[in-house]
Nanobody, 115 residues
Framework: QVQLVESGGGLVQPGGSLRLSCAAS????????MTWYRQAPGKQRELVAR???????NYSDSVKGRFTISRDNAKNTLYLQMNSLKPEDTAVYFC?????????WGQGTQVTVSS
């Protein structure tokens, strides 16, 4: 069955870095648009970064220049390299896969940025 499993979250100090991973299975990963979303307590889920099947990327203004999304189609894995982290980056981070009418979500991984 379809699975998206995020990992790599944790507690980090402001200015630090984390690398999130999303391991995909049960579908043709290389064909899907892959997106990282995040949701902070009391806030709506927001798009963080997206990568198409062809490798084109786009980012929210709040993370542009600090975060990098990438994918390894041979490993069926999506990544999010997060640098220069700020307290306002604290949230649960979710990966999402979309292709035509199919739309899959992972369970999320917590990222906390605090001193």
């Amino acid at each position: 069955q379809v699975q998206l499993v995020e990992s790599g979250g944790g507690l980090v100090q402001p200015g630090g870095s984390l690398r999130l991973s999303c391991a995909a299975s049960g579908f043709t990963f290389s064909s899907y648009i892959m997106t990282w979303y995040r949701q902070a307590p009391g806030k709506q889920r927001e798009l963080v970064a997206r990568i198409t099947s062809g490798g084109s990327t786009n980012y929210s203004d709040s993370v542009k220049g600090r975060f990098t999304i990438s994918r390894d189609n041979a490993k069926n894995t999506l990544y999010l390299q997060m640098n220069s982290l700020k307290p306002e980056d604290t949230a649960v981070y979710f990966c999402n896969a979309i292709y035509w009418k199919e739309n899959f979500w992972g369970q999320g991984t917590q990222v906390t940025v605090s001193s």
